[in-house]
């Protein structure tokens, strides 16, 4: 027989295995909470079996959200994950943006902002899982959908396609990416769960051996987790490669959309890999917004249709800088500084109507409290800030930039620049002597839009609208000067090849080509910022100027920093920068009137801020504690 302790041990046995049984059986429904600090000897990974997804063996349900973490500062990524759990989400969602880790060519950049492994890293210790989408396209709304501007040196280039000059220099930066990737995938101890192979290639399809080639580049560099594609309903059957899965992506929950991904890929489960929760806005338009209960409705029939779902955007962020994207179909549109995208938090990272409506709905779906929403941080009103001092273009450029000599125009992509890399954002002048006036016509060769003087005398504008001016006659020779700015490549659709900015070609007056240019670049780096503080011919700003000039204020802080938005009122067109930090551009045309300022960038005491105007210039600029994004329009 066995003794009585051996008894007592056996029933301990029983009831500790009853207890397993129980909570595993609980396990498989209450999938929220597996969470990567809570999974270890992880062997199996995210599998697929039939309609079902199973994490390590158990049936796992995908709550996503999309946050960027080159959209958001730094200091703000964890304020972020915290609110996306208790939104009762178990998955984030980011693309990798190429051109912002290797912006000149063989340099790469993971410090900072763009340290891709303390994000994800940081997804981990908050119970995320993650989703990787690392391109090399990303689309996002973002310059060139994410692709380096110095890959358009090639004249022969074709993007996204098997072309011996892009693959060459994808697997160069995937040899450097993916050592920061593989070990932070879930088989090795880390939050990714599945990668993503290209981005939306069906709606691009220019070469049937393209998606074959990254999903080669990513499994021979270590890549072992699920792999992904991500398409709209027309691209799905165009963008597949074997042995991926197939996800959708739309807004409007069309009668079988979901259905029709069983007639690419059978018995496999359903995902919506981007559920649009709001959308993106161009200047010269309205800011658009998505109704908050129809989003959740939609949410709900997805959820209830079995499929996993990932927010897109859970919070969009800023298009800080120069990053912008653009459209081009019957016309170019370019995209605004703000990626609000009305999305379920706001720019700024505060809470919405969606939030809440969809923080219920989850929690009913998982069964049990999700943890409190993390405080909204407090956004300050600092008031009116005088820009004080000024100093015109034409002063600054021979002291701080040297000029590029060229018979004919240079594109922005082929200037000698940054180790042979060329210029990727902002602004080019290009300088020539004219004897005369007449007829200047462009031949569609402004890329984007140029401000046309002589001498320093204003004359018009040039872009993809107004291709010819007239010069005004005047006595002996001129300087024509055209100041180009790049407004922001296309980010989608089949012109990618054709980004190229500055000139592009021949400048004709008269119908005679401009020859013998000098070409100034203007990127305005930080290098170029803090030459600009020292530089003299800084004067007071008289009752009246106009661009294009540099204006200099300050901001005075007395307490610890907070958020706030630069309201322009009064200002035309231009870029901000404060304390080094390049806020993006405003433009009095609209929708978007205010800039977001993150308290992190900001200092106790005094804060500089610099004004790039290109012609109308106030006096001063406004800092408020709300945001004002434009008259708003529902989306259809």
Not at 11 to 36: C, I, K, M, Q, T
């Amino acid at each position: 027989m066995w003794p009585c302790g051996g008894r007592r041990q056996r029933r301990f046995g029983g009831v500790a295995l009853l207890l397993l049984v129980l909570w595993l059986l609980a396990r498989r429904f209450n999938w929220s909470e597996l969470v990567p600090l809570r999974l270890w000897g992880r062997t199996l990974g995210l599998q697929t079996e039939h309609s079902q997804f199973l994490l390590e063996g158990m049936p796992f349900r995908i709550f996503g959200g999309s946050v960027h973490y080159f959209r958001v500062p730094r200091e703000y990524w964890e304020d972020r994950m915290l609110k996306m759990k208790a939104c009762g989400l178990n998955t984030l969602t980011t693309y990798v943006p190429w051109n912002l880790h290797e912006q000149t060519r063989g340099k790469f950049d993971f410090s900072e902002n763009l340290d891709l492994q303390a994000f994800l890293s940081l997804a981990a210790k908050n119970g995320l899982w993650v989703i990787l989408r690392p391109g090399p396209y990303i689309c996002s709304e973002w310059d060139l959908g994410g692709l380096p501007s110095w890959l358009l040196q090639d004249p022969e280039m074709q993007l996204r396609t098997t072309y011996k000059g892009f693959t060459e220099a994808v697997d160069a930066y995937f040899d450097h990416l993916m050592p920061i990737v593989v070990p932070l995938q879930y088989k090795r101890g880390g939050p990714i769960i599945a990668v993503q192979v290209e981005n939306e290639y069906g709606s691009y399809a220019k070469d049937p051996n393209y998606m074959a080639y990254v999903k080669r580049a990513l499994l021979s560099r270590g890549i072992v987790e699920l792999l992904m594609t991500s398409d709209n309903k027309n691209g799905l059957s165009f963008g597949l490669v074997e042995g991926a899965l197939a996800t959708v992506n739309f807004q409007k929950l069309e009668p079988g959309v979901l259905k029709y991904l069983d007639t690419v890929q059978r018995d496999q489960p359903k995902m919506v890999m981007e559920y649009w929760t709001g959308w993106f806005d161009n200047w010269g338009g309205p800011h658009y917004v998505f109704d908050a209960d129809e989003m959740v409705n939609t949410v709900a029939s997805i959820l209830k249709l079995g499929a996993s779902i990932n927010l897109y955007m859970f919070h969009g962020g800023t298009n800080f800088g120069f990053m912008n994207g653009a459209l081009k179909t019957d016309e170019y549109k370019s995209d605004v500084t703000s990626y609000d995208y009305d999305a379920v938090l706001t720019e700024a990272g505060d809470y919405t109507s969606k939030f809440f409506k969809l923080r219920q709905l989850f929690s009913t779906i998982i069964g049990q409290p999700l943890p409190l929403p993390p405080m909204i941080e407090s956004k300050a009103s600092y008031g009116a800030i005088l820009l004080h001092q000024y100093i015109s273009l034409w002063d600054v450029l021979p002291s701080l930039v040297q000029p590029i000599k060229s018979e004919f125009p240079v594109n922005m992509e082929n200037l000698q620049l940054n180790d042979s890399s060329g210029q990727s954002y902002g602004y080019v002048l290009y300088e020539t002597v004219i004897f005369g006036g007449g007829h200047l016509h462009s031949r569609d060769h402004v890329r984007d839009r140029a401000q046309v003087f002589v001498n320093t005398m204003y004359v018009g504008e040039l872009d993809y609208n107004t291709v010819e001016l007239s010069l005004p006659e005047g006595q002996g020779f001129r300087q024509l000067r055209l100041l180009v700015e790049n407004r922001g490549r296309v980010n989608y659709g089949l012109a990618l090849n054709e980004q190229r900015k500055g000139l592009i070609g021949d400048i004709f007056l008269n119908k005679t080509p401009l020859r013998n240019f000098k070409i100034y670049s203007l990127e305005m780096k930080p290098d170029f910022l803090k030459s600009l503080r020292h530089t003299a011919g800084w004067s007071a700003v008289p009752d009246y100027f106009v661009g294009p000039a540099f204006f200099r204020g300050r901001l005075w802080i007395e307490h610890q920093p907070q958020d706030t938005f630069l309201k322009l009122q009064g200002w035309e067109k231009g870029v901000v920068f404060v304390n080094g930090h390049n806020l993006g551009r405003y433009w009095k045309i609209g929708p978007q009137e205010t800039l977001y300022l993150p308290g992190p960038w900001l200092q106790k005491g005094s804060n500089e801020i610099i004004i790039f105007e290109e012609r109308t210039a106030g006096r001063i600029i406004q800092s408020v504690d709300i945001p004002y994004l434009g008259r708003t329009q529902y989306v259809d």
